[in-house]
């Protein structure tokens, strides 16, 4: 059975879900392990971490090689490279997405959390390659470190072994082409935003190496018409825009809100919730980067015990310039619901958060968030039919 690591500070379970759409319309079986649970070819298993022990590990790891995986995506966590959880397993490929800042809480600093990252490379076999994202500026400084061979990825004008080229965007998808050499192909894909992209020629240069066609990369990224809680558009007929987005940093927060900036010609709202982990020095910043990015921000609570919520509030609000213009709500479903009930046409409104759940007071049962907003949407939005005349 192949195996495959997916490890950067974000977008891992973007590319480990893309990656497997193209390994499967290559006629692969696959497994996959990562931060929205594990599929071990035959069913799909929850999670509470990333990447799990390693007897967890091992057991999922052989369970797919009874059902006839022939390709395993393991999500790989820089935590758990730290605890040596992946130890005496040999990777064929490993894909690193972007180096940036996260796990302070665990790795004390930047520069340690970045080492840490790059001991993946310790467990890539020396037949096994290396797929590395060069516009993130951090991966490509630490490159010449990387001492196998390598594919890089990168969006035009660009020099990588894998480009794609942007050709158009809106709100309901975008088209881009993928360039290897002399071949290309166009892919449109209903996930919208540059780190998408991103995601999908890291797939798709890892096809590549192991001499898939472009064909059939295309069909693989187009067949994953979304990732729960990745820039997850929620389409119930209603006349603006809602978003899911785990945007759990500062960085990927800013992204996500420039790419619906430019497609939204009307207000954007952003319901914002503190990370549920334990590095506290990003908060202020996704406030700031918040208020920054989006017209109106609502703040509530996230997946934290009673005891830190106040906590959590008072970190994000810290990085407000005027934290008087922030809509505190401290009631998830309440905080939704506000948004939901203000958002005029041609208005978009990102809930950021890990797919939290929130109270349904009918059935008095934890919903996650797209689960609820859908309930909302259609109990409240007028019902208007549409007839091929109109």
Excluded at 43 to 69: I, Q, S
Excluded at 94 to 108: A, K
Excluded at 161 to 179: D, W
Excluded at 214 to 234: D, N, S
Aim: proline share 4%; net charge negative.
């Amino acid at each position: 059975m192949r195996m495959i690591a997916v490890t950067g500070t974000s977008g891992k379970t973007s590319a480990s879900y893309i990656l497997g759409g193209v390994l499967a319309e290559a006629g692969q079986r696959i497994g996959l392990i990562g931060s929205l649970g594990v599929y071990d070819g035959v069913k799909l298993h929850p999670l509470k971490e990333t990447t799990p022990e390693p007897d967890a590990l091992a057991e999922f790891l052989d369970r797919m090689v009874e059902n006839g995986c022939q390709c395993a995506i393991v999500e790989t966590s820089s935590v758990a490279i730290a605890e040596k959880r992946i130890a005496g397993v040999e990777f064929d490929a490993v894909c690193l997405t972007n180096l940036r800042r996260d796990h302070l809480d665990v790795h004390r600093t930047v520069d340690q959390y970045r080492r840490v990252k790059m001991q993946i490379f310790n467990y890539l076999k020396k037949t096994g390659v290396a797929i590395c994202n060069l516009d993130d500026r951090v991966t490509d400084a630490a490159l010449h470190l990387v001492a196998h061979p390598t594919l890089t990825v990168g969006i035009q004008p660009t020099t990588c072994s894998v480009s794609g080229t942007p050709v158009e965007r809106s709100v309901s998808g975008q088209t881009f082409y993928i360039v290897a050499g002399a071949d290309a192909c166009p892919i449109h894909t209903s996930i919208i935003g540059k780190e998408h992209i991103y995601n999908c020629l890291e797939a798709a240069a890892l096809a590549i190496a192991w001499r898939i066609d472009l064909k059939t990369v295309a069909k693989g990224i187009e067949r994953v018409a979304h990732i729960p809680g990745r820039m997850e558009r929620v389409d119930c007929g209603q006349p603006f825009d809602v978003f899911l987005d785990r945007a759990n940093s500062p960085e990927t927060l800013a992204a996500t809100l420039d790419t619906l900036r430019h497609v939204t010609s009307g207000s954007l709202y952003c319901v914002l919730a503190a990370p549920d982990d334990g590095d506290r020095s990003k908060r202020p910043a996704l406030g700031r980067t918040a208020e920054t990015n989006a017209d109106y921000v609502v703040l509530t609570s996230g997946n934290h015990q009673e005891s830190q919520k106040d906590e959590a509030f008072d970190d994000i609000l810290k990085g407000f310039e005027k934290p008087e213009n922030v809509r505190v709500v401290k009631d998830r479903k309440e905080a939704i619901t506000w948004v939901l009930s203000h958002a005029s046409p041609d208005d978009c409104a990102l809930v950021v958060g890990q797919d939290v759940s929130t109270l349904d007071a009918i059935n008095e049962k934890f919903v996650p968030d797209r689960q609820f907003i859908k309930h909302w949407l259609y109990e409240n939005q007028p019902c208007v039919e549409t007839f091929w005349y109109n």
